[in-house]
């Protein structure tokens, strides 16, 4: 049943929520302030207006520690203002038009830029994952297949993007290699999911910013009820 049918029946005592379309969201949640007194509340994404409790965190600040890391690891592998010249370093993004997308490349871009000003022929490519590892394996072979091995590091918005997208789309093209190997591309993601710690062990990806994304629930969830 949908949301809007819910709140005519009135058959709804509690309204936990994480837009994808924050504007059209943000419609149904004004509605729901207007006809319903229950509780109400997001974890990570917020809408574009409306009432309700809201649990998480700096996306642009979290995402920051993302370019740090992979700057970290280029000028480890390289040195620094050394990256192999005409080289490439993938984006993969999550979906267009939301708070969390933008913030998530705002965070990254900010600690990041400067280092391509020191290796002024490296270029940032981007792909659009979606939060979907089937369209995150597209775009990364997409852009595997246009760049090959001038690809030297890449960041994703989203662990299953990166772990069941960059990362067998690189295994794809015979250009995966386990951490610590020579040959190894840098990979830096952002959640901290169970498939995302899985791949750090298995040696994948490099590094992931943390986002508690259970704990949000749980918080929002507790303070509602």
């Known amino acids: 049943m949908k949301l809007y049918q819910l709140i005519a029946q009135k058959k709804v005592d509690i309204i936990y929520f994480e837009p994808i379309d924050q504007t059209a969201l943000a419609k149904m949640v004004k509605k729901v302030?207007?006809?319903?007194?229950?509780?109400?509340?997001?974890?990570?994404?917020?809408?574009?207006?409306?009432?309700?409790?809201y649990v998480g965190l700096d996306n642009v600040a979290a995402t920051k520690r993302?370019?740090?890391?992979?700057?970290?690891?280029?000028?480890?592998?390289?040195?620094?203002?050394?990256?192999?010249?005409?080289?490439?370093?993938?984006?993969?993004?999550?979906?267009?038009?939301?708070?969390?997308?933008?913030?998530?490349?705002?965070g990254f871009w900010k600690t990041f830029e400067p280092a391509l000003k020191e290796n002024p022929t490296v270029k940032m490519v981007n792909a659009t994952g979606m939060w979907?590892?089937?369209?995150?394996?597209?775009?990364?072979?997409?852009?595997?297949?246009?760049?090959?091995?001038?690809?030297?590091?890449?960041?994703?918005?989203?662990?299953?993007?990166?772990?069941?997208?960059?990362?067998?789309?690189?295994?794809?093209?015979?250009?995966?290699?386990?951490?610590?190997?020579?040959?190894?591309?840098?990979?830096v993601t952002y959640d901290a999911t169970k498939t995302g710690m899985q791949s750090i062990r298995d040696l994948e990806i490099d590094v992931i910013t943390e986002q508690p994304a259970r704990g949000y629930a749980h918080l929002v969830m507790r303070y509602l009820y």
Not at 33 to 53: C, D, E, F, H, W
């Open 132 to 187: 979907d590892p089937a369209t995150a394996f597209k775009a990364a072979s997409d852009l595997l297949t246009k760049y090959g091995d001038k690809l030297i590091g890449a960041y994703s918005h989203d662990d299953p993007s990166a772990t069941e997208g960059i990362v067998r789309a690189l295994e794809l093209k015979k250009l995966q290699y386990p951490v610590g190997h020579p040959k190894h591309i840098p990979i």
């Open 66 to 106: 993302c370019g740090e890391e992979l700057i970290r690891l280029l000028n480890k592998k390289y040195g620094k203002g050394q990256w192999p010249k005409n080289s490439v370093v993938m984006e993969n993004w999550g979906p267009p038009g939301i708070s969390i997308t933008t913030n998530r490349h705002a």
């Open 33 to 53: 302030n207007r006809k319903l007194n229950i509780p109400i509340g997001s974890a990570g994404i917020m809408t574009n207006g409306g009432q309700y409790l």
